[in-house]
């Protein structure tokens, strides 16, 4: 698996169109505080989430630097068992304007939020690397103004599963990621996010 993986990436690398930066999420998150660092927004970054419980919410964050259009998406295994799971995201920051009401979360003072609602009627797209075919979501573009944002991953029907939040897209890496891009891969290839059948289990 390995070697396989290693080919594929290096034909990545001499191509223009490279891959996504996985993020595994690695712990729980309860708020802003203990958000989870996506590193720079402008790369294309996928981050590997889990909403375990039903009143789960996932946080990350990122540093803007320069305004910039901000590409997001939300998109989840396609998998029988997420046939019903429609996972939304709140782009929360600076200079949003919009305060939405029913939220699972308190928008911090001096920030708005906009919110995305989930679906998996924006068709299907198959990850090579990770050989897994997802449901996608609303693709949206957001303007950003220099300061700190946030994006929070939550289910306004309470469901629980895995998505991938996916967020950039300047598809780009080198050598020196290599080594945690596989492990990762790896982790992914071997079922390590896939937690199906711990819902179907649990239904």
Do not use: C
């Not at 039903?54 to 320069?66: G, K, L, P, R």
């Not at 699972?104 to 068709?123: E, H, K, L, T």
């Not at 891009?181 to 896939?194: E, L, N, P």
């Amino acid at each position: 698996m390995v070697i396989l993986i290693v080919l594929a990436l290096s034909v990545a690398l001499s191509k223009p169109v490279q891959a996504h930066k996985p993020i595994i999420e690695d712990r729980e998150t309860h708020g802003f505080t203990d958000a989870i660092l996506i590193p720079d927004p402008g790369i294309s970054w996928a981050a590997y989430g889990f909403l375990k419980t039903h009143e789960s919410t996932d946080y990350y964050y990122f540093d803007v630097h320069d305004a910039m259009d901000l590409y997001t998406e939300v998109l989840v295994p396609r998998n029988a068992v997420y046939a019903n799971f429609h996972p939304s995201y709140a782009v929360v920051g600076p200079g949003i304007d919009i305060k939405p009401e029913m939220l699972p979360f308190d928008v911090p003072a001096g920030m708005g939020a906009i919110v995305v609602d989930g679906n998996n009627n924006a068709g299907v797209f198959h990850e090579p690397f990770t050989a897994i075919t997802y449901y996608r979501g609303e693709q949206r573009h957001t303007h950003v103004t220099p300061g700190r944002y946030y994006i929070v991953v939550f289910d306004k029907a309470h469901g629980r599963g895995d998505y991938v939040l996916a967020v950039g897209e300047k598809e780009s890496f080198g050598l020196a990621d290599m080594p945690g891009v596989i492990a990762a891969i790896i982790k992914i290839r071997s079922g390590g996010v896939d937690h199906s059948a711990q819902i179907s289990s649990e239904k």
